[in-house]
C-alpha cells in the first residue's frame, strides 16, 4: 500500500514510538492510562513478533484503550484488532477542533458536521457517551436531548 502519511512528530526524539497512535500522547498522560501495544500496522500479519523485532518494528501502533475504544472502523476481538491501519491513518489527517493538532479520533455524530478532537481533548468539553459511543461537539451537544 502506498501512502503519502507524515509523521508529525520528530522521528529522531527516542520515545517517539510510545506514544498512542490516536492522540500521540504518552501512557498516562491525561488520565488515560497505559499504553497498548505494540500492534502491527499490517493488518494481514498475525505471527507473533519476538521481542528484539517489536522494537524494531515498523508502522506499529500502541494506543490508549480509552482512544481505541473511539477511533473509526476499529474492532477489537481478543489479542487482535481489525481495521488499525485505516483507524490510525484516518485520525492521522483528521485535526483536533480542541488543541488544533492532527489525530483526533472522536468524531462529531452530528449530520454534516466534521468536526474532531482527541479523546483526552474532548472529555470535559463534548458530549461523550460511552455506552454507544455517542459523540456531539459542543455545537451540536445541546441539539439533542441528553
Ligand atoms: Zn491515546
Ligand atoms: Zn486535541
Ligand atoms: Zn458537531
Redesign the pocket.
Known amino acids: 500500500m502506498a501512502t503519502c502519511i507524515s509523521y508529525e512528530y520528530d522521528a529522531t526524539t527516542p520515545d517517539a514510538t510510545w506514544?498512542?497512535?490516536?492522540?500521540?500522547?504518552g501512557p498516562h498522560?491525561a488520565g488515560?492510562g497505559d499504553?497498548f501495544g505494540p500492534y502491527p500496522l499490517d493488518t494481514d500479519c498475525d505471527e507473533a513478533l519476538d521481542e528484539a523485532s517489536r522494537r524494531r518494528a515498523e508502522g506499529a501502533a500502541w494506543?490508549?484503550e480509552?482512544?481505541?475504544v473511539w477511533a473509526p472502523g476499529l474492532l477489537a476481538a481478543g489479542a487482535r484488532l481489525w481495521g488499525l491501519a485505516g483507524a490510525v491513518w484516518s485520525c492521522r489527517g483528521a485535526r483536533c477542533v480542541v488543541c488544533a493538532r492532527s489525530?483526533a479520533?472522536v468524531a462529531c455524530r452530528a449530520r454534516g458536521c466534521r468536526a474532531r478532537a482527541?479523546?483526552?481533548c474532548a472529555r470535559g468539553v463534548w458530549t461523550l457517551r460511552d455506552e454507544d459511543l455517542h459523540a456531539l461537539c459542543p455545537r451540536h451537544a445541546t441539539d439533542t436531548p441528553s
Not at 506514544?19 to 500522547?25: D, G, S, T
Open positions: 506514544l498512542c497512535a490516536f492522540c500521540e500522547r498522560a488515560l499504553l494506543l490508549h480509552a482512544c481505541a489525530g479520533c482527541h479523546v483526552p
